[in-house]
């Protein structure tokens, strides 16, 4: 008998940062959630040859990533075997829902697991390069719920990933409007590399603003389950941050067709809406699923382009889930 694991996990909502001045010694600080939909499922069994497999529906650049990153991790951790891995759902890739992150993680917590290596989920991030930034996905793939991190120490020779300070349950009634574009990638590698190098200092003082609508805004309104101040919390985010960034995105977000929907949805009274990370999805989040539906709706009718697509989901509240089983070899 021989172990094998699967591991299912999900996509996130990256919905800003809050200090990207980092004058007090730390910079970023992010605010996201995790998503019920879509999901990554992989399942893995030890081997002397590493080999990964995926279903007709997940891209194989996929494939070609999870491949590289248990490479990555058995090299480097001197593993004398390696892993048969078998993809069966993924996260789009580049879509803004930190795809990288979960792919780099659930692999990594297979070959953890088959070998014993004792490793924890943030030790697992720094040896994939995940985390450099926001710490969210990090803390979704240990939690799920809507998660705040506490940036990255700016003065670090090695980008320790970021410490999550809050994590709260996220009201089950609420519902999640996710809105794709099928026609260009977010920007990601080496283009949000230089993007970031490039991009001027940020206000200290717009940054204190932030930070104190997230502390007196939105954690609070979490608390309260007030919708409302929640979305209007996330709404000065999206706005300041999304017009840092607009020398890069070329708008405060990055796809027009989202932009456009996303325009709609203010004049239709959206309580809460925006771009996840640099996109190009776009979310909104409604009272409960009756008036995410209608909204969806009214949007379809309006909205007709081909490359445009839409999900109704929740959000997660727990972190990746483990079954192990036993097989015969």
């Not at 996260?91 to 990594?108: F, I, N, R």
């Amino acid at each position: 008998m021989a172990a094998s694991i699967e591991v299912s996990t999900s996509g996130r909502l990256h919905m800003g940062f809050f200090d990207l001045h980092g004058g007090l010694g730390r910079k970023f600080g992010s605010i996201g959630l995790s998503l019920a939909e879509p999901n990554l499922v992989l399942s893995a069994k030890s081997s002397k040859l590493l080999n990964v497999s995926a279903a007709d529906a997940v891209p194989a650049s996929v494939t070609a990533r999870v491949y590289k990153v248990a490479r990555q991790i058995l090299d480097t951790m001197n593993v004398s075997g390696a892993v048969d891995i078998s993809i069966s759902e993924s996260v789009p890739e580049h879509s803004g829902l930190g795809s990288g992150t979960q792919m780099a993680l659930a692999t990594g917590a297979v070959i953890n697991y088959l070998y014993q290596l004792n490793l924890n989920t943030m030790q697992l991030a720094a040896l994939t390069g995940r985390g450099r930034r926001s710490g969210v996905g990090i803390s979704a793939f240990d939690y799920g719920g809507l998660l705040i991190d506490g940036g990255r120490v700016v003065s670090a020779t090695h980008a320790t990933p970021p410490p999550m300070l809050a994590r709260y349950d996220f009201p089950e009634e609420w519902a999640i409007l996710l809105i794709f574009d099928t026609s260009e990638p977010g920007i990601h590698g080496e283009r949000e590399r230089i993007a970031f190098n490039e991009l001027p200092v940020f206000s200290e003082s717009l940054a204190a603003h932030l930070c104190r609508h997230v502390l007196m805004q939105a954690m609070p309104a979490l608390v309260e389950q007030d919708l409302i101040a929640f979305g209007q919390s996330i709404q000065v985010l999206q706005q300041h941050v999304g017009d840092y960034f607009l020398p890069v995105q070329g708008g405060r977000y990055a796809s027009r067709l989202v932009s456009a929907v996303l325009e709609r949805l203010e004049t239709m009274g959206a309580p809460c809406f925006g771009q996840s990370s640099w996109g190009p999805t776009g979310f909104a989040i409604f009272a409960n699923q009756h008036e995410a539906e209608l909204h969806l709706q009214q949007l379809k009718t309006s909205f007709t382009d081909h490359a445009l697509s839409w999900k109704i989901c929740s959000a997660c509240n727990h972190g990746a889930k483990f079954n192990k089983f036993d097989v015969t070899v």
